[in-house]
Nanobody
């Protein structure tokens, strides 16, 4: 089992930045990712980072604006989000698993990100 806890969500103006964190415990070492879901929309894949932290993968919608980091010593991954847009508004979920690049065996409860125009 893997436990995931997201933090760092909040309200930010368009063009601003925000960093989300996900702390993990349990059977760690697998790949990790972020998904998001806006009200009334389907869940959307954001990006993933490998177990070693050496590889990353991003959805086209966030490529060049979002960056993933991993600190296995602190059991944490971070999603740095720059140049935020109102369409980035969503609940962001941290996930973990073995499938690359969309690990999704385990899910956190999510953290809300709201980008105002």
């Amino acid at each position: 089992q893997v436990q995931l806890v997201e933090s760092g969500g909040g309200l930010v103006q368009a063009g601003g930045s925000l960093t989300l964190s996900c702390s993990y415990s349990g059977r760690t070492g697998g790949h990790m990712a972020w998904f998001r879901q806006a009200p009334g929309k389907e869940r959307e894949y954001v990006g993933a980072i490998s177990g070693s932290g050496m590889s990353t993968y991003y959805a086209d919608s966030v490529k060049g604006r979002f960056t993933l980091f991993r600190d296995n010593a602190k059991n944490t991954i971070s999603l740095q989000m720059n140049s935020l847009k109102p369409e980035d508004t969503a609940v962001y979920y941290c996930t973990a698993g073995q499938k690359w690049p969309q690990p999704s065996d385990y899910w956190g409860r999510g953290t809300q990100v709201t980008v105002s125009s």
